[in-house]
């Protein structure tokens, strides 16, 4: 499952510098295995592309022995052409994969909106006792992480790191710097088609198997 909360208000000037000192963003690279390297550098200490690219066979073979739980209309293809198309290094992971690793490491994964200033939480469901973050600008994933003591999961119930979340999010927004999915616009690097918004990418992606885009203006 899946729960949203919003930021909740202000925070005094003192706090502030408190929280900004808090949490740090270590930037991964700018490909389509963003997701993966974020969640591999929190979870497993190694964002390299060797390990981001096993948390994506993780969720492969979770949906393989898990068809009942993971059917093709929860997909949107049957699960064995799922498993066999998120273990493309091409193809961006989302909601599912994040389901399927929270539970997978036992550990829930707060992913914090720059554009809607929202944290979304999985695995609430699980009764975790640990959870770790991720910020998103609406088309890339960078993880969050404590840079003093290079700490990258946190107590569930630590409010004040979901503060500084907060915080990081709310100063990435005023700097704009969030992607609108629902009007950025890409090119396909293999057809030259121009694309509006993630949803016209992945259809495409599904129709033409193309999984090269750019983002253009």
């Known amino acids: 499952a899946v729960v949203s909360t919003q930021s909740t208000g202000a925070v005094s000037v003192e706090d502030k510098a408190a929280l900004i000192s808090a949490l740090g963003i270590r930037v991964v690279p700018a490909n389509n295995s963003c997701l993966f390297a974020s969640l591999a550098f929190n979870l497993q200490g190694d964002s390299s592309d060797s390990i981001a690219t096993a948390l994506r066979y993780i969720v492969g073979d979770v949906i393989v022995n898990n068809p009942t739980e993971y059917p093709e209309v929860v997909l949107g293809k049957p699960p ?8 493309n290094t091409a193809i961006w992971g989302g909601g599912i994969e994040l389901a399927i690793l929270c539970k997978h490491f036992n550990t829930e994964i707060h992913v914090v909106d720059t554009q809607s200033l929202r944290i979304d939480k ?46 990081l999010a709310s100063n990435a927004k005023k700097a704009h710097n969030y992607t609108d999915l ?10 030259g088609k121009g694309l509006e918004g993630e949803k016209d990418a992945r259809e495409h992606a599904k129709q033409t198997g193309h999984t090269n885009f750019e983002e253009y203006s």
Request: hydrophobic share 35%; proline share 5%; glycine share 8%.
């Open 80 to 87: 064995q052409d799922y498993a066999k198309w998120i273990q």
């Open 122 to 167: 999985f695995g609430q469901d699980l009764e975790c006792s640990e959870k770790t973050y991720v910020i998103y600008d609406g088309i890339h994933y960078d993880p969050l992480y404590e840079p003093t003591g290079h700490v990258t999961v946190f107590p569930v119930g630590d409010m004040e790191v979901e503060r500084a979340a907060m915080l």
């Open 182 to 191: 629902a009007n950025f616009t890409l090119k396909c690097g293999s057809c």
